[in-house]
Nanobody, 125 residues
Framework: QVQLVESGGGLVQAGGSLRLSCAAS????????MGWFRQASGKERESVAA????????YYTNSVKGRFTISRDNAKNMVYLQMNSLKTEDTAVYYC??????????????????WGQGTQVTVSS
């Protein structure tokens, strides 16, 4: 099992940028595919981005492609989400997630068994 703690959320104007961080502890970090999900008020939790155990491949939901970038640093047990050109519809609680590697399904909640507590991102118009 791995423990996850997100940070970096906050209030930003539309068009601005934020960088979310997720610190992992517990089992070997490189055993895990890492993902970012988000949940807006009154809506289902949805995938945002995912990255393979070695950072070799990244996957994005269509609505954030070209604006968000996921990355990881296995030496520091960290995963990041750089969010640029933020829109009001990006407002949500953002969650970091870890799933044992090898499943080959990256943008679905069922691939992840470890979750952080979430960090709020609010984008104002």
């Amino acid at each position: 099992q791995v423990q996850l703690v997100e940070s970096g959320g906050g209030l930003v104007q539309a068009g601005g940028s934020l960088r979310l961080s997720c610190a992992a502890s517990g089992r070997t970090f490189s055993d895990y595919t890492m993902g970012w999900f988000r949940q807006a008020s009154g809506k289902e939790r949805e995938s945002v981005a995912a990255i393979t155990w070695n950072g070799g491949s990244a996957y994005y939901t269509n609505s954030v492609k070209g604006r968000f970038t996921i990355s990881r640093d296995n030496a520091k047990n960290m995963v990041y989400l750089q969010m640029n050109s933020l829109k009001t519809e990006d407002t949500a609680v953002y969650y970091c997630a870890a799933g044992l590697r090898g499943r080959g399904i990256y943008l679905e909640k069922r691939s992840y068994e470890n979750w952080g507590q979430g960090t709020q991102v609010t984008v104002s118009s």
